[in-house]
């Protein structure tokens, strides 16, 4: 309780509802993301006490990584890698006239998401580090593979159509040097394709650039409000929705606890894989991409869980979950702690004041992301011509802050006709950005694991966690026709006793 009440300090709570603040700034932007608030905030943290930095490093990466999602569900264009799978449903629900109810049910899913992440921290924070350490090369590989299967289950219309975007995005995680050789792949002798593509200038262009190419082709509305709504949604009803599917938003904040704890992951691979899994859950699984609730709970509450399960391994072992934790050690260095099992005992207040404050941040979060929606939906009530060339400026922006290159510039308006081209042939985008993403994961641990076992690949399939993910890969390949023989057979079982 000491500590607890201790996080009430003038000295800790100014500081901290600022970089909340400054986080739906920094998330709403395309191409801005978390990390970098981060990196922004450590240095100014530098002479003040611990539990003050710290503060200001959780309460900025949550509200960040929720702001996302509000470009996300009224422009098409993901503030944040991690909210790359808001887009599929939440502006869909935008276009139907309730983007206003998404984005408030986004607020309160990321929450209580962020709420199970933390007591998940608390209580079996040991456990869930000691499994991940259980993973080797040969788990993350099965791991990668999962979450790329996932591009067949989020696909909208063809199949076919989805597997040939997801290639595309695994080919375009290729270009750059070999992890195994130092050899230049697709590089063409130019120094900048040697340094890889990013996916998130890939990911502003297709969503983003690619929908301000396809609203240009209707001049007529440029002159009307971006987004003609009022934040209007009775709480009420946001409520009922999620007393209704508590159990999903349970389901996503675990798994993307999960996902959060196993270093290198993030809050982007959890995001697609809970909204995969709910989509497999579903009884409206045709229904997602086409402006389903359970479609926007699940990412939200992945995501913002997620960043609990990254402080697990960062805790307990010294090892970062993600580049935010990466971040965090360094400062925690700084401020003269040593992360590690002795953390715990030696620091056990601060331990505590960690986990105050990063449950108390979800409550502060749902007021500060209540008046960030107000305030961005006020800027998107400017003309489309406006907002769009606004989107434009901050995504060259976004693009160029990452590695200070124009390079990233050009592939940010490449990709966006590329985006705009595949949109009018009917090939969906998340998959390709999902390869993208975990290309190189699947990639360097796939040859790396080689490696280790001079090329045999049986223990990818002899290690007991990798033979259970090889087995779910195969379920999720084989679950449409494995449902199909199902429904056919309980058919056929009502067919026979109506019979008798």
């Known amino acids: 309780m000491d500590a607890f009440l201790s996080v009430f300090n003038i000295s800790v709570l100014v500081p901290w509802l600022l970089a909340m603040v400054l986080g739906i700034f920094v998330g709403g932007i395309p191409g801005l993301t978390a990390t970098m608030a981060v990196a922004l905030i450590v240095p100014l943290t530098y002479h003040m006490a611990p539990i003050a930095g710290l503060a200001m490093i959780i309460g900025v990466s949550f509200t960040s990584i929720f702001a996302g999602d509000i470009p996300a569900t009224f422009l098409r264009v993901p503030g944040t890698p991690a909210s790359g799978a808001a887009v599929l449903d939440g502006y869909e629900m935008n276009k139907q006239g309730l983007g206003s109810l998404a984005i408030s049910l986004d607020l309160v899913c990321s929450s209580i998401g962020g709420v199970i992440g933390i007591l998940i921290l608390i209580f ?20 990668g593979v999962m979450g790329l299967s996932m591009s067949a289950v989020i696909s909208k219309g063809s199949k076919t159509k989805g597997v040939i975007s997801m290639v595309l995005g695994v080919l375009v995680s290729t270009i750059g040097i070999d992890i195994a050789t130092g050899y230049p792949r697709f590089a063409f002798k130019n120094a900048e394709l040697m340094g890889g593509i990013s996916f998130i200038p890939v990911m502003i262009g297709l969503f983003g650039i690619s929908e301000v190419f396809r609203s240009l082709q209707n001049l007529e509305n440029l002159s009307e409000s971006a987004v003609g709504i009022r934040i209007s949604t009775s709480f009420k009803a946001v409520w009922k929705l999620v007393i209704k599917h508590f159990r999903l938003i349970l389901q996503s904040s675990i798994l993307g606890n999960l996902i959060g704890a196993l270093p290198g992951a993030g809050a982007d691979i959890a995001a697609w894989v809970a909204y995969g899994a709910a989509k497999r859950t579903s009884k409206n699984s045709d229904k997602f991409g086409k402006g389903c609730v359970e479609g926007v709970i699940a990412p939200t509450s992945a995501n913002n869980a997620a960043l609990g399960g990254t402080w697990i391994p960062a805790l307990v072992f010294g090892i970062p979950g993600d580049t935010i934790t990466s971040i965090v050690l360094g400062a925690m260095l700084m401020y003269g702690l040593k992360p590690g099992p002795l953390i715990f005992e030696g620091e056990r207040f601060l331990i505590n004041q960690i986990f105050s404050v990063g449950i108390i941040s979800q409550f502060f979060l749902l007021f500060i992301g209540y008046l960030g929606i107000k305030a961005y939906t006020q800027i998107f009530k400017f003309p489309r011509n406006v907002v769009y060339a606004g989107i434009i400026l901050f995504s060259i922006v976004g693009s160029y802050a990452i590695r200070n290159s124009v390079f990233d510039v050009g592939v940010v308006l490449v990709f966006g006709l590329l985006g705009f081209g595949m949109e009018k042939v009917d090939i969906p985008l998340p998959p390709m950005i999902l390869g993208l993403i975990l290309g190189p994961m699947i990639e360097e641990n796939l040859r790396v694991g080689l490696i280790k076992t001079d090329g045999s690949f049986l223990p990818f399939l002899s290690r007991p966690i990798s033979f ?27 067919g026979g006793t109506n019979n008798e």
């Open 468 to 494: 259970v993910m090889f087995m779910i890969v195969v379920v999720m390949f084989f679950w449409d026709p494995i449902k199909k023989i199902i429904m056919q057979r309980k058919k056929a079982g009502k």
């Open 124 to 143: 079996i924070s040991p456990v869930l580090a000691g499994f991940a350490l259980k993973f080797t090369h040969f788990e993350y590989f099965w791991l």
